[in-house]
Protein backbone atom coordinates (compact mmCIF):
# COMPACT_ATOMS: atom_id res chain seq x y z
CA UNK A 1 0.00 0.00 0.00
CA UNK A 2 1.22 3.34 -0.80
CA UNK A 3 0.71 6.87 0.75
CA UNK A 4 -1.27 6.95 4.07
CA UNK A 5 -3.31 4.31 6.01
CA UNK A 6 -6.93 3.86 5.10
CA UNK A 7 -8.20 5.80 7.98
CA UNK A 8 -6.37 8.62 6.21
CA UNK A 9 -7.26 7.42 2.82
CA UNK A 10 -11.28 8.14 4.06
CA UNK A 11 -10.27 11.43 5.61
CA UNK A 12 -8.63 12.84 2.60
CA UNK A 13 -11.80 11.57 0.46
CA UNK A 14 -14.36 13.25 3.01
CA UNK A 15 -12.31 16.30 2.34
CA UNK A 16 -12.51 15.77 -1.55
CA UNK A 17 -16.16 14.83 -2.01
CA UNK A 18 -17.07 18.33 -0.14
CA UNK A 19 -14.37 20.15 -2.50
CA UNK A 20 -16.03 18.60 -5.52
CA UNK A 21 -19.22 19.46 -4.57
CA UNK A 22 -18.50 23.08 -3.71
CA UNK A 23 -16.56 23.20 -7.13
CA UNK A 24 -19.94 22.07 -8.99
CA UNK A 25 -22.00 24.29 -6.71
CA UNK A 26 -19.69 27.18 -8.71
CA UNK A 27 -20.45 25.70 -11.91
CA UNK A 28 -23.88 26.04 -11.16
CA UNK A 29 -24.21 29.57 -9.72
CA UNK A 30 -21.92 30.91 -11.97
CA UNK A 31 -22.68 32.05 -15.45
CA UNK A 32 -20.55 30.02 -18.09
CA UNK A 33 -20.05 31.86 -20.84
CA UNK A 34 -19.76 35.47 -19.65
CA UNK A 35 -16.81 37.12 -21.55
CA UNK A 36 -16.33 33.81 -23.66
CA UNK A 37 -14.10 31.92 -20.48
CA UNK A 38 -14.90 29.36 -18.43
CA UNK A 39 -15.41 31.18 -14.98
CA UNK A 40 -16.38 28.81 -12.88
CA UNK A 41 -13.25 26.82 -13.07
CA UNK A 42 -10.91 29.93 -13.26
CA UNK A 43 -12.37 30.77 -9.55
CA UNK A 44 -12.81 27.46 -7.87
CA UNK A 45 -9.11 27.32 -8.85
CA UNK A 46 -7.88 30.66 -8.27
CA UNK A 47 -9.99 30.23 -4.40
CA UNK A 48 -8.46 26.60 -4.34
CA UNK A 49 -4.64 27.98 -4.56
CA UNK A 50 -5.92 30.95 -2.21
CA UNK A 51 -6.97 28.72 0.57
CA UNK A 52 -3.87 25.64 -0.09
CA UNK A 53 -1.07 28.95 0.27
CA UNK A 54 -2.66 29.66 4.00
CA UNK A 55 -3.37 26.35 5.26
CA UNK A 56 0.07 25.37 4.19
CA UNK A 57 1.96 27.78 5.52
CA UNK A 58 -0.40 28.91 8.70
CA UNK A 59 -1.73 25.39 10.45
CA UNK A 60 2.79 24.50 10.60
CA UNK A 61 3.60 23.83 14.75
CA UNK A 62 4.45 27.31 14.55
CA UNK A 63 1.70 28.77 12.50
CA UNK A 64 -0.87 31.58 13.40
CA UNK A 65 -3.20 28.52 13.47
CA UNK A 66 -1.64 25.32 14.60
CA UNK A 67 -3.53 22.04 13.04
CA UNK A 68 -2.29 17.92 13.16
CA UNK A 69 -1.36 16.39 10.11
CA UNK A 70 -4.65 14.83 9.74
CA UNK A 71 -6.46 18.53 9.51
CA UNK A 72 -4.01 19.41 6.79
CA UNK A 73 -3.92 16.55 4.92
CA UNK A 74 -7.89 16.73 5.29
CA UNK A 75 -8.41 20.50 4.19
CA UNK A 76 -4.85 20.73 1.35
CA UNK A 77 -5.22 17.31 -0.30
CA UNK A 78 -9.06 16.52 0.53
CA UNK A 79 -10.68 19.96 -0.06
CA UNK A 80 -8.41 22.40 -2.11
CA UNK A 81 -7.68 18.75 -4.05
CA UNK A 82 -11.55 18.53 -4.51
CA UNK A 83 -12.11 21.77 -4.88
CA UNK A 84 -9.26 22.68 -7.53
CA UNK A 85 -8.81 20.77 -11.37
CA UNK A 86 -6.39 20.21 -13.92
CA UNK A 87 -8.68 18.30 -16.30
CA UNK A 88 -11.09 20.93 -16.56
CA UNK A 89 -8.81 23.28 -17.62
CA UNK A 90 -7.00 21.51 -20.19
CA UNK A 91 -10.93 20.43 -21.45
CA UNK A 92 -11.53 24.18 -21.99
CA UNK A 93 -8.24 24.57 -23.27
CA UNK A 94 -8.66 21.93 -25.93
CA UNK A 95 -12.52 23.03 -26.64
CA UNK A 96 -10.66 26.54 -27.79
CA UNK A 97 -8.21 25.01 -29.64
CA UNK A 98 -10.55 22.69 -31.53
CA UNK A 99 -12.70 25.64 -32.02
CA UNK A 100 -9.73 27.36 -33.92
CA UNK A 101 -9.40 30.23 -30.98
CA UNK A 102 -6.00 30.30 -30.58
CA UNK A 103 -6.85 33.59 -28.71
CA UNK A 104 -9.01 32.84 -25.99
CA UNK A 105 -6.81 29.52 -25.69
CA UNK A 106 -3.19 31.81 -25.04
CA UNK A 107 -4.96 34.03 -22.95
CA UNK A 108 -7.22 31.75 -20.58
CA UNK A 109 -3.77 30.28 -20.70
CA UNK A 110 -1.74 32.83 -19.16
CA UNK A 111 -4.43 33.92 -17.06
CA UNK A 112 -4.99 30.53 -15.00
CA UNK A 113 -1.37 29.98 -14.54
CA UNK A 114 -0.88 33.74 -13.30
CA UNK A 115 -4.18 33.65 -11.15
CA UNK A 116 -3.19 30.06 -9.45
CA UNK A 117 0.09 30.94 -8.61
CA UNK A 118 -0.61 34.93 -7.52
CA UNK A 119 -3.36 33.17 -4.89
CA UNK A 120 -1.04 30.46 -3.49
CA UNK A 121 1.70 33.22 -3.36
CA UNK A 122 -1.13 35.69 -1.69
CA UNK A 123 -2.52 32.74 0.74
CA UNK A 124 1.19 32.07 1.70
CA UNK A 125 2.31 35.63 2.32
CA UNK A 126 -0.32 36.20 4.28
CA UNK A 127 -0.39 33.73 6.69
CA UNK A 128 3.61 34.17 6.92
CA UNK A 129 2.36 37.75 8.18
CA UNK A 130 -0.27 36.33 10.60
CA UNK A 131 2.53 33.83 11.80
CA UNK A 132 4.92 36.83 12.77
CA UNK A 133 1.98 38.81 14.14
CA UNK A 134 1.41 36.13 16.89
CA UNK B 1 -33.47 22.09 -12.77
CA UNK B 2 -35.93 19.80 -10.48
CA UNK B 3 -34.94 18.90 -6.94
CA UNK B 4 -34.32 14.89 -7.65
CA UNK B 5 -32.16 16.52 -10.70
CA UNK B 6 -30.31 18.08 -8.33
CA UNK B 7 -29.80 15.36 -5.80
CA UNK B 8 -28.86 12.73 -8.55
CA UNK B 9 -26.45 15.49 -9.17
CA UNK B 10 -25.07 15.32 -6.10
CA UNK B 11 -24.87 11.70 -5.53
CA UNK B 12 -23.15 11.38 -8.99
CA UNK B 13 -20.38 14.39 -8.20
CA UNK B 14 -19.53 12.77 -5.09
CA UNK B 15 -19.52 8.95 -6.69
CA UNK B 16 -16.88 10.32 -8.72
CA UNK B 17 -15.07 12.31 -6.28
CA UNK B 18 -14.81 8.81 -4.05
CA UNK B 19 -13.00 6.94 -6.98
CA UNK B 20 -10.70 9.88 -8.00
CA UNK B 21 -9.98 11.53 -4.56
CA UNK B 22 -7.98 8.50 -3.37
CA UNK B 23 -7.02 7.19 -6.51
CA UNK B 24 -4.93 10.67 -6.87
CA UNK B 25 -3.22 10.38 -3.35
CA UNK B 26 -2.50 6.50 -4.42
CA UNK B 27 -0.89 7.06 -7.92
CA UNK B 28 1.14 10.50 -6.61
CA UNK B 29 2.34 8.62 -3.19
CA UNK B 30 3.52 5.40 -5.55
CA UNK B 31 4.80 7.63 -8.54
CA UNK B 32 6.77 9.55 -5.09
CA UNK B 33 7.93 6.49 -3.61
CA UNK B 34 9.60 5.34 -7.04
CA UNK B 35 10.90 8.84 -8.40
CA UNK B 36 11.68 10.67 -5.18
CA UNK B 37 9.56 13.79 -4.25
CA UNK B 38 12.38 16.82 -4.91
CA UNK B 39 10.65 17.30 -8.39
CA UNK B 40 7.47 16.69 -7.98
CA UNK B 41 6.42 13.96 -10.76
CA UNK B 42 3.72 12.37 -8.39
CA UNK B 43 0.88 15.48 -9.43
CA UNK B 44 1.94 15.81 -12.80
CA UNK B 45 1.44 12.24 -13.82
CA UNK B 46 -2.07 12.64 -12.09
CA UNK B 47 -2.37 16.24 -13.86
CA UNK B 48 -1.14 14.46 -17.22
CA UNK B 49 -3.62 11.24 -17.16
CA UNK B 50 -5.95 12.76 -15.73
CA UNK B 51 -6.33 15.41 -19.01
CA UNK B 52 -6.13 12.62 -21.36
CA UNK B 53 -8.90 11.11 -19.95
CA UNK B 54 -10.77 14.69 -19.96
CA UNK B 55 -9.82 14.79 -24.09
CA UNK B 56 -11.41 11.07 -24.17
CA UNK B 57 -14.70 12.24 -22.42
CA UNK B 58 -14.85 15.32 -24.33
CA UNK B 59 -14.55 13.27 -27.68
CA UNK B 60 -17.52 10.98 -26.21
CA UNK B 61 -19.65 13.93 -25.19
CA UNK B 62 -19.98 15.32 -28.70
CA UNK B 63 -19.92 12.44 -30.31
CA UNK B 64 -23.08 11.76 -28.25
CA UNK B 65 -24.89 14.55 -27.37
CA UNK B 66 -25.07 16.55 -24.13
CA UNK B 67 -28.54 15.23 -23.40
CA UNK B 68 -27.62 12.09 -23.17
CA UNK B 69 -23.99 11.98 -21.40
CA UNK B 70 -24.95 14.96 -18.70
CA UNK B 71 -24.94 12.19 -15.56
CA UNK B 72 -21.59 10.73 -17.71
CA UNK B 73 -20.56 14.26 -17.37
CA UNK B 74 -21.06 14.84 -13.35
CA UNK B 75 -19.56 11.67 -12.77
CA UNK B 76 -16.83 11.43 -14.79
CA UNK B 77 -15.91 15.11 -16.01
CA UNK B 78 -16.99 16.72 -12.60
CA UNK B 79 -16.78 14.20 -10.04
CA UNK B 80 -14.16 11.62 -11.14
CA UNK B 81 -10.99 13.71 -13.22
CA UNK B 82 -12.43 16.78 -10.96
CA UNK B 83 -11.06 15.47 -8.01
CA UNK B 84 -8.43 13.32 -9.25
CA UNK B 85 -6.68 16.00 -10.91
CA UNK B 86 -5.49 19.53 -8.87
CA UNK B 87 -4.18 22.91 -9.54
CA UNK B 88 -3.54 23.59 -5.84
CA UNK B 89 -1.02 21.00 -5.07
CA UNK B 90 0.46 22.41 -8.84
CA UNK B 91 0.57 25.84 -7.68
CA UNK B 92 1.50 25.13 -3.68
CA UNK B 93 4.56 22.85 -5.19
CA UNK B 94 5.16 25.41 -7.61
CA UNK B 95 5.59 28.04 -4.59
CA UNK B 96 7.55 25.75 -2.56
CA UNK B 97 10.55 24.77 -5.23
CA UNK B 98 10.56 28.57 -5.68
CA UNK B 99 11.19 29.26 -2.02
CA UNK B 100 13.64 26.42 -2.15
CA UNK B 101 15.49 28.24 -4.42
CA UNK B 102 14.72 25.89 -7.29
CA UNK B 103 13.04 28.46 -9.90
CA UNK B 104 14.67 26.25 -12.82
CA UNK B 105 12.49 23.01 -11.47
CA UNK B 106 9.71 25.73 -11.07
CA UNK B 107 9.40 26.82 -14.16
CA UNK B 108 10.08 23.18 -16.10
CA UNK B 109 6.90 22.26 -13.52
CA UNK B 110 4.72 24.69 -15.00
CA UNK B 111 5.76 24.52 -18.79
CA UNK B 112 5.34 20.66 -18.85
CA UNK B 113 2.17 20.65 -16.77
CA UNK B 114 0.54 23.16 -18.67
CA UNK B 115 2.50 21.67 -22.32
CA UNK B 116 1.30 18.17 -21.25
CA UNK B 117 -1.48 18.44 -19.92
CA UNK B 118 -3.46 20.77 -23.30
CA UNK B 119 -1.51 17.87 -24.85
CA UNK B 120 -2.54 14.91 -23.33
CA UNK B 121 -6.35 16.03 -23.82
CA UNK B 122 -5.78 16.53 -27.22
CA UNK B 123 -4.13 13.07 -27.79
CA UNK B 124 -7.50 11.66 -25.66
CA UNK B 125 -9.65 13.68 -28.20
CA UNK B 126 -8.25 12.48 -31.21
CA UNK B 127 -7.59 8.17 -29.94
CA UNK B 128 -10.94 8.41 -29.04
CA UNK B 129 -13.06 10.52 -31.76
CA UNK B 130 -12.63 7.56 -34.62
CA UNK B 131 -14.27 4.64 -31.50
CA UNK B 132 -17.31 6.99 -31.51
CA UNK B 133 -18.38 6.03 -35.29
CA UNK B 134 -20.37 7.92 -38.05
CA UNK B 135 -23.05 10.48 -36.16
Given at each position: ?134 | ?102 AHL?VA ?27
Open positions: MFGPDLRIYSLITVGGVIGSLLRWLVAVLVPLTAGGLPWPTFIANAMGCFVIGLVSTGTTSNGFHPLGPRARLFIMTGICGGYTTFSAFSGEELRFLLAGDLRRAVIYLALSLASWLAAVWLGDTIARRLNMAR | MTFTDFLVAIALVSLGACVGTPLRVFVSSFIAHHLGDVFPWGILVVNVTGCLMMGALIAYVQAHGLAVTRELWLLGAVGFLGSYTTASSFALQTLTLVHARRAYVVSSAALGIAAAGVGYVLTLPMMGPH
